[in-house]
């Protein structure tokens, strides 16, 4: 039978293993757990997945530590590794990415989202042929200045909704701060660094906080 993909699940919970990879075997994707990050590890060497879903707090080594170490060998340069956390705060979504992690998304997650999200970065994944979901996870109404997140229809206020607008026009490319201050403030008008960052935090709220990407002192990209 074909597959969508491979998947390697590292959580040290039992029930969160079994529960994602039942739903995830249910959609035709090939899964493998480990419980730690030195087990995941070595089984990614074996498995060769095409994602890596990473727990952050573990025993014996946790999901940072274990994607800094995934990062390092040649075998794996290519897999997609992203966070499957309950926490939220941001220094540690910071350092998932410093790590090298392509996505993060934070506990508790129904498993048909989780499922959307992992189809999604199988889209961006070369040779990796997944079909496209009815509905986009994130899309904007412009005509309303309404967001349509997973079905569910968001109102933002207007400076937060174009903010929105423009990293979701190119899913994936990095706009410095210079950028958007101008395609959302305006030249005419000098607001701070901080500005962006308060409408950046307000958005991740309402959103989520694993669509919108920190690039450490560049700027922000939509990582969907």
Same mark, same amino acid.
């Given at each position: 039978m074909d597959t969508l993909g491979k998947i390697l699940l590292v959580d040290d919970e039992p029930d969160i293993l079994l529960l994602l990879k039942y739903n995830l075997e249910k959609e035709q994707f090939l899964v493998r757990t480990a419980s730690n990050g030195r087990e995941?590890?070595?089984?990614?060497?074996?498995?060769?997945?095409?994602?890596?879903?990473l727990d952050v707090m573990m025993p014996e080594m946790d999901g940072i530590e274990a994607c800094i170490e995934l990062r390092e060998l040649?075998?794996?340069?290519?897999?997609?590794?992203?966070?499957?956390?309950? $926490?939220?705060? !941001?220094?540690?979504?910071?350092?998932?990415? %410093?790590?090298?992690? =392509?996505? +993060? &998304?934070?506990?508790?997650?129904?498993?048909?989202?989780?499922?959307?999200?992992?189809?999604?970065?199988?889209?961006?994944?070369?040779?990796v042929v997944v079909p496209d979901e009815e509905n986009q996870e994130l899309k904007v109404d412009r005509e309303r200045y309404i967001v349509i997140v997973e079905g569910q229809e968001i109102n933002l206020p207007k400076k937060e909704f174009e903010l929105l607008d423009l990293l979701l026009s190119k899913p994936g490319n990095i706009f410095t701060r210079e950028v958007i201050l101008d395609a959302v403030w305006g030249s005419?008008?000098?607001?701070?660094? $901080?500005?962006? !960052?308060?409408?950046?935090?307000?958005?991740? %709220?309402?959103?989520? =906080?694993? +669509? &919108?990407?920190?690039?450490?002192?560049v700027g922000y990209k939509l990582a969907i």
């Open positions: 995941g590890i070595e089984v990614a060497k074996d498995f060769l997945p095409d994602i890596i879903v040649p075998e794996l340069k290519n897999v997609l590794i992203t966070f499957l956390t309950a $926490r939220g705060e !941001d220094y540690s979504q910071i350092a998932g990415f %410093e790590s090298g992690a =392509d996505g +993060y &998304i934070t506990k508790p997650i129904k498993p048909r989202v989780l499922v959307s999200r992992l189809k999604a970065l199988l889209r961006r994944k070369h040779g005419d008008i000098v607001v701070g660094d $901080r500005t962006i !960052d308060v409408h950046i935090r307000k958005l991740r %709220e309402k959103i989520g =906080d694993h +669509y &919108i990407k920190t690039v450490k002192g």
